[in-house]
């Protein structure tokens, strides 16, 4: 089967760098990307690893290692609108997301 | 440009009866996609249309049924509800229409689905 699991949930203070991490296993994987989703919102895209190594979008950066079936999303000069859930989730091909158990980020002043 | 709308927002049905809930994309976007999110089991994908082609579906019963039209406007339906179909139904529309590359997947506000 496919499963990618996270922490349920960091805590972290604002300013701050918080790493959510994302472990999965899986018979393939065409790329890993990440969604925050706010409290009654919809998940909007944050970041997508289609090879292995690190992606920088401004705050937030994302980093794929398909040997170690590990990835990770790092997010800095943490904000208090960061408070949010944080999903991983596999691109299985045409567009099918299977999605990460999902981390709760709180970010306190 | 408009964002990816879902009708209704919200519904409340009963065991038994059957719902058809609609996604309007982004214009241009031929792939839509549908999810279901509860708390307990996550996001699950149901499936996804381009073209008016499914072309991938998750692990749901055949209660769950969808279509794409020509304008790329989808539905999907869910005949004899039952309880545990309580969730949020969310859309998600792409430009990216290949097997392997992944398009940045916008979603729609979603369906809030009760079942009584």
């Known amino acids: 089967g496919q499963s990618l699991e996270q922490p349920s949930e960091v805590t972290a203070v604002e300013g701050a760098i918080v790493q959510i991490n994302c472990t999965y296993q899986?018979?393939?994987?065409?790329?890993l990307s990440w969604y925050q989703q706010h409290d009654g919102g919809a998940p909007t895209f944050l970041s997508y690893?289609?090879?292995?190594g690190l992606e920088e979008t401004g705050r937030f950066s994302s980093f794929l290692s398909r040997s170690d079936s590990y990835g990770y999303l790092l997010l800095q000069e943490l904000q208090m609108k960061d408070s949010a859930s944080y999903f991983c989730?596999?691109?299985?091909?045409?567009?099918?997301?299977?999605f990460g158990t999902g981390t709760r980020l709180l970010v306190s002043p | 440009k408009a964002g990816v709308t879902q009708t209704p927002r919200y519904l409340i049905k009963t065991r038994g009866q059957q719902v058809t809930l609609s996604c309007s994309p982004i214009?241009?976007?031929?792939?839509v996609s549908w999810y279901q999110q509860t708390p307990g089991q996550g996001l699950q994908f149901l499936f996804e249309?381009?073209?008016?082609?499914?072309?991938n579906k998750g692990n749901f019963p055949g209660r769950f049924s969808g279509r794409q039209f020509s304008n790329s406007r989808s539905e999907m339906n869910v005949s004899t509800l039952e309880l545990g179909d309580s969730a949020l139904y969310l859309c998600?529309?792409?430009?990216?229409?290949?097997?392997?590359?992944?398009?940045?997947?916008?979603f729609g506000p979603g369906t809030r689905l009760t079942v009584l």
């Open positions: 998600a529309s792409s430009l990216v229409g290949s097997a392997t590359d992944y398009g940045e997947q916008f």
């Open positions: 899986t018979s393939g994987f065409y790329g």
């Open positions: 690893n289609a090879l292995d």
């Open positions: 989730a596999g691109n299985t091909g045409f567009q099918k997301l299977v």
């Open positions: 214009s241009g976007h031929r792939s």
């Open positions: 249309y381009f073209s008016e082609t499914q072309r």
